[in-house]
């Protein structure tokens, strides 16, 4: 049932949505989706080769119409231009999804100055570039539009060894819950989803590389058992996007099969004590007054 997709036919119908970061990953699957639901899409990321392929696939998958913009996030007049061009081809944008980012794992006293400047920049000035260059756009033109960011559960808890990640998609979360309530006079909406482990080239290869794959196995990690399927997140950011979610503003969703929360309770490990010892610790305790 999760892997199959949620929202009526045409719940994006007649919607322009700009995706960062859409040639790739879980990018190009929820730009896939957005399509199926009759979405028009813009696809930016720096690499226009990686943009022009994804365009023509998803095109013939799903007989939507995709247009894509070479545009590095960190520079607000390629932001600027990538608005332009939308609004040039499709008359109006509608929807913003943040999605692109950097990131890789390392103990972070290795990190050069530049190291964490790159992985911050992607993701936090990107976002607030496109979301800037957005609000601006829909409060002139009176368009209420909508701003989706991909965020990490980190966000929430922080995390060791991915800090300058850490420190980008906790700034998004923190524009997110500001500007839902400041721009909130003037329709726009703005939220977040907080993606759990999902399969993708660029993040494994970063975050899971093969010499430590077996030992952070995600999967032992997630009370459900398993990673996350693209399409479930799809389905939720297309929900997330679409009308249907209207009264939701500020608010930032997990989608992670528990796996945070295993981590926050303080007896979550408890689940590595066999029955035969829950006997022996049973009859160990109820002697105790
Ligand atoms: C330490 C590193 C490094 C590493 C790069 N640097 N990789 N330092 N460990 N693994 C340093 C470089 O030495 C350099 O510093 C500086 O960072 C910039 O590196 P460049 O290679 O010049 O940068 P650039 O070509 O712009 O590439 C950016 C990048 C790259 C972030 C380093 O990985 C990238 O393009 N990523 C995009 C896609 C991506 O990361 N996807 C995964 C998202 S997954 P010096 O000082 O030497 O100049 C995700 C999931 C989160 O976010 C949650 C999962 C559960
Ligand atoms: P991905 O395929 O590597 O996606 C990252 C995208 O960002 C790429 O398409 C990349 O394209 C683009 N990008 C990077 N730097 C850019 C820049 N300066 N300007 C424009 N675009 C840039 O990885 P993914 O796993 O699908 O990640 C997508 C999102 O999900 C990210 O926000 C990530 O943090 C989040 N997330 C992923 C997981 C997971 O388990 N996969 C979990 C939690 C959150 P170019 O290289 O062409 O620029």
């Given at each position: 049932?999760?892997?199959?997709?949620?929202?009526?036919?045409?719940?994006?119908?007649?919607?322009?949505?700009?995706?960062?970061?859409?040639?790739?990953?879980?990018?190009r699957?929820?730009?896939?989706?957005?399509?199926?639901?009759?979405?028009?899409?813009?696809?930016?990321?720096?690499?226009?080769?990686?943009?022009?392929?994804?365009?023509?696939?998803?095109?013939?998958?799903?007989?939507?119409?995709?247009?894509?913009?070479?545009?590095?996030?960190?520079?607000?007049?390629?932001?600027?231009?990538?608005?332009?061009?939308?609004?040039?081809?499709?008359?109006?944008?509608?929807?913003?999804?943040?999605?692109?980012?950097?990131?890789?794992?390392?103990?972070?006293?290795?990190?050069?100055?530049?190291?964490?400047?790159?992985?911050?920049?992607?993701?936090?000035?990107?976002?607030?570039?496109?979301?800037?260059?957005?609000?601006?756009?829909?409060?002139?033109?009176?368009?209420?539009?909508?701003?989706l960011?991909?965020?990490?559960?980190?966000?929430?808890?922080?995390?060791?060894?991915?800090?300058?990640?850490?420190?980008?998609?906790?700034?998004?979360?923190?524009m997110?819950?500001?500007?839902?309530?400041?721009?909130?006079?003037?329709?726009?909406?703005?939220?977040?989803?907080?993606?759990?482990p999902?399969?993708?080239?660029?993040?494994?290869?970063?975050?899971?590389?093969?010499?430590?794959k077996?030992?952070?196995?995600?999967?032992?990690?997630?009370?459900?058992?398993?990673?996350?399927?693209?399409?479930?997140?799809?389905?939720l950011?297309?929900?997330?996007?679409?009308?249907?979610?209207?009264y939701?503003?500020?608010?930032?969703i997990?989608?992670?099969?528990?796996?945070?929360?295993?981590?926050?309770?303080?007896?979550?490990?408890?689940?590595?004590?066999?029955?035969?010892?829950?006997d022996?610790?049973?009859?160990?305790?109820?002697?105790?007054?």
């Amino acid at each position: 049932m999760h892997t199959q997709g949620m929202l009526r036919d045409n719940a994006l119908k007649g919607k322009t949505i700009i995706i960062t970061g859409g040639g790739t990953g879980l990018g190009r699957s929820m730009g896939k989706y957005f399509l199926e639901l009759g979405a028009n899409l813009i696809i930016c990321s720096r690499k226009q080769d990686v943009l022009d392929k994804t365009a023509k696939e998803l095109a013939k998958e799903t007989g939507g119409s995709v247009l894509a913009i070479a545009c590095d996030v960190r520079k607000y007049d390629e932001v600027e231009n990538v608005l332009a061009k939308g609004i040039e081809k499709y008359g109006q944008v509608d929807i913003l999804l943040n999605n692109a980012a950097g990131n890789f794992i390392s103990p972070t006293e290795r990190l050069s100055h530049r190291a964490f400047d790159v992985v911050v920049d992607i993701v936090l000035k990107g976002s607030y570039n496109f979301t800037l260059a957005m609000g601006k756009y829909w409060i002139e033109k009176k368009i209420k539009g909508t701003v989706l960011s991909v965020l990490t559960t980190y966000a929430f808890t922080g995390s060791g060894w991915v800090v300058p990640s850490v420190c980008g998609k906790s700034g998004v979360l923190g524009m997110t819950k500001s500007l839902a309530v400041e721009w909130a006079r003037h329709g726009i909406r703005l939220n977040a989803v907080a993606p759990g482990p999902f399969p993708t080239e660029g993040a494994w290869s970063r975050l899971l590389p093969d010499p430590i794959k077996e030992e952070f196995d995600p999967t032992k990690k997630v009370p459900l058992g398993r990673v996350g399927d693209h399409q479930e997140l799809a389905n939720l950011a297309a929900y997330m996007v679409s009308e249907y979610s209207a009264y939701i503003t500020g608010d930032i969703i997990s989608i992670d099969g528990g796996e945070w929360l295993k981590g926050a309770g303080q007896f979550n490990n408890m689940d590595k004590v066999t029955p035969e010892m829950w006997d022996m610790l049973e009859t160990f305790m109820k002697g105790k007054k």
